[in-house]
Structures are given as C-alpha cells and as structure tokens.
C-alpha cells in the first residue's frame, strides 16, 4: 500500500490550555514584580513623610523644652517685645509681657536711666532701681563696696549687680536668693528721643523674677496649654518622669522626645498615618497600583479570549514564544527599573554623606584657624620682645607695636619686678586704669610667687588669694605663650615673658600684653569673611538670652537652622541636615561645635542643586537605557521566536519525512539540516535501546537473595533505580567451604558505573582460585581500574572471607560502618579508611572480627541510608543503628523480607533514582 505525502504545516499548538497556562504564569509573575517596586516605592513615600513629621516633631519638643525655662523663655518674649519696640508699637509689646506681670517684675528706663511708669506695670522703689541702673550705665562712677551693697539691698544677692552688668541681654540666675531667682538687662538703642512721649523713650528694660513664681512648673504647664491650643487633635503632647516611659510597644506610634529639668520628659506622639499632601500621594499610587494591576489581569483575560474563543483549531508556536519573550522581559525590566533606582538612591546618599564630610572638614579648619591666629600673635609677641632685648628705639618699637596688633590688645607694657610700668603701647584709653592695675597686680604677685613671698592682694578685690596663686603658677609655666583669664566675669588673654636687660644688669623686666578675646574673635569673623569660600557658613554664639549669629551676612538664621545650632550646641556632636534656606532653596547644612571657641557653633551649607541636577541626568540616562533594552528585547523577541520557528519548522518537516518512510534520500541528505536531525534522532534512539536492554541484566550483576557456607549465612535484598545505578553486591563460596563476601557502591555516571560493576564482578571472580586475601583484594582493585584514571568515580566497597572458626577477616575502603547485632546491643564498626580512588595510595582498614553464633553483621548502602534520613547519610546510619536496638527482633529473615517489600511500595511513591542495597551476615552455629 502506497503512503500518501502530507504537507508540512507550520509548528503550532494544538491545546490553547497549555499556552494560556504559560502565558497566566509569565503576566503573575509580571504582576508580583510590578506590585513589589510599587509597594517599595510606596514605602519611600511613607519614609520620606515619616522623616519630616519626625523632623516637625522634633522642632516642637526642642520649642517646649526651651522655653520651658525661664532663662531661654523670657528672653526669647523679651526679644520680640524689644523688636515692637523698636518699631513704635508699644500697645503690641505691653500686650505680650502683661500676662506675665503678676510673677514677673518689668522695669522700664529712659536714655539717661530714669524709670518710665507704664500702665498695667509696678512702679515701686524708682529711687533705688534709678541707682541700680547708673551702676549699669557708669559702672566706674562707684566703688565695688557701694555696688555689693546696692546690689544686696535691690536683688537680694551682693554679686547680682556684677553678674547682670558682665553679661547683658540675657537672663542670670541668682543661686541661693529667697528674693528673686532670675534677673537681666536690655537695651533697645543708643539714641536720645526727648521729643516723643514717655512710653516711646523707653532704652533699657531691667527683668526681675520673684523666686517662687515658677517653682511649681507653671511655666512649663503654661506653655504646654498654649502649644496643644496649635497643635492638630492626632497629636499628643504629654509629659512623663524618666526617659523610656510606658507607651504601649504594641501601638506603632511616631514618638519624638526632649529632657526637661527634674528628670521629665516631653514627648510628643502621633499615629503612623500621613495626612494632607501625602496623603493624596499615597492614594494616587495605590489607585496606579491596582490599575497597573488591572491592567495585566485584563490582558490575561483578553489573550485567554484569544485562545479559547478565536476560530482557530490550531495557534502558532512561533507567536506563542514571541509574546512569551515579551511579556517576560517586562519583570526584567522592572526588576532593572528598580535596581537603577535604588542605585541612583544609594549614589545620593553617598554623595551627600561625602559632601557633608567636606563641608565638616573646612569648618574643623576655621575652628583651627582660631588657634593659629592666636600663634600668629603669639610670634608678633615674640618678635616685640626680642626688640626689646636686642635694644632697639622705643619709636621702633611702639611702630612695630602699633602696625601689627591693631585694636586687638587692651595695652602691651614694659614693667620692672615692682610692677611699675617703663614702657607702654598699644593702650586703649577707656581701659587705661584698669589695664594697668591688672598688668601691675598679675607681674607683683608673679614676682612673689618666684621668690617665694607672700601674695599681694588686689585693690577691687578681682582675684582671689587662691585663684592667684593658681594662676602665677600657670603664667611662670607658660612664659611666652598666650593663655586665658576668666574670673568673675573679666575675661582677657594674657601675654606675660621676661625681658633680659643690658650684661651686669640684675633688673628683671616683663613684658605684658592684655588681649581683648571677644575683639580677636571679631577680627578673625572679618577676616574669614574676607576669603572665598565653595560653602556659605555661619558663627553662632551661643549665649544664655539664646543662639545670636555673629555673620548673618553669610547665614541669616532661620527656625531650622537656629534649631540645629541648639541641637549641636546641646548634644556636643556634629549634626547633618538637608534645608530649605529662604530665597536659596535648597542645601546641605552640617553643624558642629567649636572646641576652640567656647560655646560657638559652626554652620556650613552648600546647594543641593548640583547633586539634584546629576541625579536628573542620571535618571534620563536609565530612562534612555530602559527604553533602549525595551527596544532591544522586542527585536530578540522576533529574531529568537523567527528562528525557533524555522527550527522547529525543519524538524517538523523531518519528522514528516521519517513518517512516510523517505528514509533513503534522509541518508544521502546527511549533509543538510534534515538529513543530520534524522541522524541524531536515529543515534539517540540507538542509545536508549542500548539502556533498555541493558536493564534486565543489571539485576544479574548483583547478588539477592540467600547463601550458606561454614558457620554464616547471608541473606541480601537489593532494588534497583529507575535508572542504572552503582550499588554492587558479590557472595560466593570458596576453597574450604568459606564465604567471600563483597558490598559496595561506585559513584559517578549511571552507564561507566554499571561497566564498571561488570569489570570489578569478573575480576573478583576470577582471583577466588585458591584463598585470596581481603586487603589485597581491594589492593588490586585499585590498581587495575582506579589508581592511573583521572576520573570522577570512586569505589566504596567491603570485602569480607570467613574462616572455619567462625572468625571474620573485614577490609573496608571508605564503605559506611557495619552494625554488629549482639542480642539486644549494637555496635558500630567505623575505621579511618577512605574509598578507592580519593587517595593514592589507598587507605584500606583490615578487621579481624570474632562472632558469636547467632550475632549479625549489617551492611547497607547509601540508598538504604535514605530510608532513614533524607539529607544526611552519617544521620541515616545512626538511626538505622538505634531502631537495631530497639527491636532487633524485627530484623530476623521474616521480618527483614516484609521490610524491604514495603520499601520497594515507597520507592514508586518517592520516584527515587538510587539503588538500595542491604547484606546480613549471622553466624548461626
């Protein structure tokens, strides 16, 4: 009968289930991908929200926590009602202070110190507090006995006058008053408006704060109401004693904190759930979520309507896998999406890490810059006392004196050891007196301390004995440099150095400069604003009335940056943010605290414009590339499916030819496309032959089942895989009725292993001609097939030969343990041997074991081992080992056959591919 040709149809699909099962499993997989970058962008919306709450937050606390005191509260009230003032809106600032006026005493004076009645506020005891502020306005006009004295009839305390006259515009407390707890002065102008009437001439304010006004927290009650009166209802603003406190750790809360005195806190708490602006971000990303997401279902429904609905019987293959590249490179590319973007992400966070490190370097540079300026005048100083040693002009002298310090010292004097002075330069007239006082007073006692006299005394009682003392030992320590004097408020830097004199001359002369710190510091702000700098930075002094910028022209202080500069100053560390300056937009602001310029802060910021703009080309750049593989996956979408199909095509159309029996012209066309898939169907299936007809006679090379000789007995039970394996089991008899018994396993592939198996079976067959001995055994056995192999197989095998006695002579390469069954006690025999083939030469143990009848000998393979424990074969053992001696009675020949028939019914339930082999060896008499 004749076949009939059939056309050659193109590759295709002939059950739409198939390709819509791939096709659901590509758009899920797609969706997950897409879902999760959305949901980890949506959590950097929250984060970034969370971030600025917390920072909104934390400005609120540090508010409560400050002006909860009343040293950074009512200067902070002071400064605002100065500033109406000063803008002749005296209604406004009356306003402001009279809730306070009950607990609080506002006195108000003129230019020349005359108090000012103003309605709503005391206007008692104007005689004394008239005195009080002459004293502040001309303090040399009395003297330190008269002022103590003022000052303990007015303020209760004898040093408050000095205090508030040291430090104006701030608020000074006075420790151990009964009277007042806190007292300051301020002063509005320096100009004199007689014309205008009594509320306009108001000058100077003097503060006093009755000692039991706010010992009961009012203060801190009061501006607790007022900020919860501001404050919407989703936060809470409490106050708790100790830091931890006991909010419920199962409410995930926002919480900020701030110290108060007194061990309290204020704490600050808010539900985790963004409001306003990000709140209509978040609900237009979960709306393009589930669109996104709709937008995929829809396409599985549309494309399974395609397949399932559409007239076709038949779908193109080639089609299939093209829409399958497609779609598959769509979570590829979000995946890419997405590691670009947390790279463009980390690349900024480095990058701002790295400029605020640059920008915390220069300020450490203008904090050190203070000191080499103060080495810088050190030198100078040092250069006027070699003039003076070396003889010069006193011309010359006050030249070189006069040229190089400027208005930086108060006087530079030449005294002789009496403290009378020789020479002067340099002096500031205001301060001539006092100048000299000091200089004669601090050479005197540095004189007496010297020659080990007793101390002079000061005139005003400036210095006490002790502190002099101290202080004498520090400048004979430190002739020739610059050091500090801070006492009762007088604060100078102090330049003190002998002067030798002319050869024979005994006379010792010192050369004393007194330096005005707060004028040195300021020449130093005029010469840093002087320089060029890449960042804006700004100095600011921390001082008790609160933060005051010495250089708004670089860095004019906002709410953020006069928080921070309070942050730093408190916590002493560095600190970075990112701010939004007024009319500068946006920067990057790093404060730290000045280690050698007191309570200073230090503020630097530079734009994060140029970071911004990077980051945008950046993003353009993966934009472009995403767009380029977009392209890219598309044209090897239609390349890879056009070439499958054609492939596919050409074996489909072999295929054809092989079914109407065209063998002839396939084997003369071996050299086209056709012709070589026919030849390696036609070798493929040869080989596959090969190892089905090779299966049978697997089981022939193994031993199963059950063989007596002499005093033992082995019994066997083997399955086999469902493909060749390397399990191998020899028994047989030999001269003088002994047992020659062989287990064990070869690894590496299927079919060398079971070629292997034959060679070792003929091989042990063939050296059982007289009594071979077992460790030579496995001697040869290496050296015939494994010792000069580069192969990947090794061989574990025990080979055992009884005696007539009953005795055992074991060798072992590398075989797991056997397992000694003595009545209701097992022992396991390992050795230190490792399996033929690892090692050269061979680690081969040799046992001689005595039986007692009716003991067994148990050896198992790998595949057994599984059995018992899935992942490790030692832990197999062991189990094995501990269910033998739990019911050995279990394991008699009975038994053991019921054993293995169930496990031969697991092993089509578990599709496993390994070979299982066990041997038990009794000795029975």
């Known amino acids: 009968m004749p076949f009939q040709k059939t056309s050659i149809p193109d590759a295709t699909v002939k059950r739409p289930s198939m390709a819509f ?47 909860s005191a009343p040293e950074t509260f009512f200067p902070f009230i002071l400064r605002q009602a100065i500033e109406m003032l000063r803008k ?19 006195l108000f004076y003129s230019q020349d110190g005359k108090r000012i009645a103003v309605p709503g506020f005391a206007h008692e005891k104007i005689a004394v507090s008239e005195q009080v502020m002459a004293v502040l306005l001309r303090p040399e006009s ?25 430090k104006p515009e701030a608020l000074i407390r006075l420790k151990g008053n009964d009277r007042f707890s806190h007292a300051g002065w301020w002063r509005l102008s320096n100009r004199l408006t007689p014309d205008l009437p009594g509320s306009f001439q108001i000058a100077h304010i003097l503060v006093l704060i009755e000692a039991d006004a706010f010992r009961s927290d009012r203060l801190l009650k009061d501006v607790l109401r007022s900020v919860r009166k501001s404050l919407p209802a989703y936060y809470r603003l409490s106050v708790r004693k100790g830091w931890l406190g006991n909010v419920d750790s199962s409410e995930q809360q926002i919480e900020e904190k701030a110290r108060l005195r007194n061990g309290l806190t204020v ?64 979570p590829v590319l979000g995946l890419f999406s997405q590691w670009c973007f947390d790279y463009m992400q980390t690349s900024t966070n480095n990058t701002v890490r790295l400029q605020h490190r640059v920008i915390e370097r220069q300020l450490n540079d203008i904090d050190l810059g203070l000191v080499q300026n103060k080495a810088s005048l050190e030198d100078m100083l040092n250069s006027l006392h070699n003039a003076f040693e070396r003889q010069h002009g006193s011309a010359d002298k006050a030249e070189l004196a006069t040229s190089q310090f400027g208005n930086t010292v108060d006087g530079i004097y030449l005294l002789d050891e009496s403290g009378n002075v020789i020479e002067r330069f340099c002096e500031v007239a205001e301060k001539k007196k006092a100048s000299r006082d000091i200089a004669t007073f601090l050479v005197t006692n540095l004189v007496s301390h010297i020659k080990n006299v007793s101390i002079k005394k000061s005139s005003d009682a400036t210095f006490n004995l002790s502190y002099v003392r101290q202080l004498s030992r520090d400048i004979h320590q430190h002739l020739g440099k610059i050091i500090n004097i801070n006492w009762a408020g007088f604060r100078r830097e102090l330049y003190l150095k002998f002067v030798r004199g002319s050869m024979g001359s005994h006379d010792m002369k010192f050369l004393v400069a007194l330096l005005d710190p707060d004028r040195l510091f300021r020449n130093y702000l005029a010469e840093l604003a002087q320089k060029r700098m890449n ?31 309070e942050e730093v100053w408190r916590l002493k560390r560095t600190i970075d943010r990112l701010i939004d300056l007024p009319g500068r937009g946006r920067h990057l602001v790093t404060g730290i605290h000045a280690r050698h310029m007191g309570d200073v802060v230090l503020i630097g910021a530079c734009p994060f414009r140029p970071i911004a703009e990077r ?16 392209c890219s996956a598309i044209l090897s979408a239609l390349f890879i499916s056009g070439s499958l199909g054609f492939s596919i095509k050409k074996v489909a159309k072999a295929l054809e030819r092989i079914r109407n029996h065209e063998f002839v012209s396939l084997l003369h066309a071996e050299s086209s496309s056709e012709g070589r898939i026919y030849s390696g169907i036609r070798r493929a299936v040869h080989t596959l032959s090969e ?40 028994a047989m008899v030999i001269a003088e009725n002994r047992l020659l018994f062989c287990i064990g396993e070869i690894s590496g592939k299927p079919i060398p292993a079971t070629l292997l198996i034959a060679r070792i079976k003929m091989c ?59 009545g209701s006690r097992t022992v396991c025999l390992h050795d230190d041997s490792a399996p033929l083939g690892s090692i050269q030469p061979p680690n081969i143990s040799l046992r001689h074991l005595e039986m007692e009848p009716g003991e067994s000998l148990f050896f198992v393979t790998s595949g057994c081992l599984q059995l018992f424990d899935q992942i490790s074969s030692g832990s197999g053992l062991e189990k094995f080992r501990a269910e033998l001696e739990a019911a050995p009675e279990n394991w008699c020949s009975a038994r053991l056959q019921e054993f293995w028939k169930s496990a031969e019914l697991s092993d089509g339930a578990d599709g496993s591919n390994a070979d299982r082999s066990l041997a038990v060896l009794r000795r029975s008499f």
């Open 615 to 630: 980051n945008h080309q950046i993003l353009s750049f993966f934009i472009l590339f995403v767009v380029f593989s977009f």
């Open 142 to 166: 009395v003297t330190e006995n008269r002022r103590n004295a003022m000052s303990a009839a007015f303020f209760g305390k004898r040093d408050g006058l000095a205090n508030v006259a040291h």
């Open 88 to 106: 002749n809106t005296q209604d406004f600032a009356f306003a402001l202070l009279k809730p306070w006026n009950a607990n609080v005493n506002f």
């Open 764 to 822: 042990i067959s063939l050296s059982t001609s007289g009594i071979p001995d077992s460790r030579q055994l496995l001697i040869n056995l290496n050296d015939y097939f494994v010792r000069d192999k580069k192969n990947e197989q090794q061989i574990r095998l025990v080979c055992a030969i009884s005696d007539e006695s009953g005795n055992l002579d074991i060798a072992c390469a590398g075989h797991y343990a056997a397992i000694l069954l003595s």
């Open 691 to 730: 190892i089905y007809n090779a299966q049978p006679l697997r089981k022939k090379l193994v031993f199963e089942g059950t063989i007596t000789a002499g005093r033992f007995s082995l019994e066997s039970c083997f399955t086999p895989g469902r493909f060749l394996g390397g399990d191998y089991i020899e």
């Open 535 to 565: 960042m804006r930075f700004g100095v600011v002094e921390m001082t008790e009335g609160g933060p005051k910028s010495s250089m708004p022209d670089q860095l004019l202080l906002n709410t953020d940056l006069l928080m921070l500069s």
């Open 267 to 330: 704490a600050l708490l808010r539900d985790p759930v963004p409001d306003k602006h990000y709140k209509q971000i978040l609900s237009l990303w979960d709306f393009l979520a589930v669109s996104v997401k709709s937008f995929f279902m829809f396409l599985l429904a549309f494309g399974g309507k395609h397949l399932f609905t559409a007239r076709r019987h038949e779908i193109s293959l080639r089609r299939v896998i093209g829409i399958a590249i497609l779609l598959a490179m769509v």
């Open 21 to 67: 099962m791939v096709l659901a499993v590509i758009v899920f997989a797609t969706i997950l991908t897409v879902a999760q970058w959305l949901e980890k962008q949506r959590k950097n919306i929250v984060s970034e929200w969370e971030r600025q709450e917390r920072g909104q937050m934390a400005l609120v606390v540090q508010k409560v926590a400050r002006f």
